[in-house]
C-alpha cells in the first residue's frame, strides 16, 4: 500500500482475506469499499467486517458503488486494490473495469493487481489505450501459488 493511502477500494473481496490484511495494517473500517459480486460472499463480508462499507455489485459499476458509501466521493479514492481474474478476462472488460477504477481514483492514485500468471495480468493495448505505466512490486511468497503484485497508474 502506497505510504499515506487512507480511502480504499477492494474489487473481488471473495472470503476477505485482503479486507482484513488492509485493516490489520491501518486503512480504517469506513475508509474502506470492499466490492463482491457473489452475494454469499458477499453477505459473509458484510457479517466479517461489519464496519466496513461492503457493496454487492460489478466492477464495471464503481463510480456508482463509490458515491453510495456517502463516505468519499468518486475522485478522492487512493487505491483501487484488485484480486479479480484480470488474466482470463477478455480485453473489453479488462478496459471497462480499469476505466471505471481510475474513475474513482484521485490523479496521483493507483491501481494495485494481485495475480497468479508470470505476467502482468492487464492486455498491453488496453494499458496503452488507457495511458498506464505498470510495474511489479512484489511476489507473496506465501501464497500458493505465490501471486505476483503489480501497481498501474496513469503516464505522468
Known amino acids: 500500500m502506497p505510504p499515506g493511502s487512507q480511502r480504499v477500494v477492494e474489487l473481488g473481496a471473495g472470503t476477505g482475506a485482503i479486507t482484513d490484511a488492509l485493516l490489520r495494517h491501518g486503512i480504517q473500517p469506513q475508509a474502506l469499499l470492499a466490492v463482491e459480486m457473489n452475494p454469499v460472499l458477499h453477505r459473509l463480508l ?19 458503488l ?19 481474474g484480470l488474466l482470463t478476462m477478455p480485453h473489453d472488460l479488462q478496459h471497462d473495469i480499469l476505466t471505471a477504477a481510475f474513475q474513482v481514483l484521485h490523479p496521483q492514485g493507483v491501481f494495485i493487481q494481485y495475480t497468479y500468471g508470470p505476467n502482468h495480468p492487464l492486455d498491453d493495448g488496453v494499458r496503452q489505450q488507457l495511458g498506464l505505466e505498470c510495474r511489479r512490486v512484489g511476489l507473496a511468497w506465501r501464497n500458493l501459488p505465490p501471486a505476483r503484485v503489480y501497481v498501474y497508474s496513469r503516464r505522468a
Open 46 to 64: 458484510q457479517r466479517r467486517f461489519p464496519d466496513t462499507h461492503v457493496a454487492c455489485g460489478d466492477a464495471r459499476h464503481l463510480h456508482t
Open 66 to 84: 463509490v458515491h453510495a458509501t456517502r463516505t468519499f466521493a468518486p475522485g478522492q479514492v487512493d487505491v483501487v486494490c484488485s484480486s479479480l
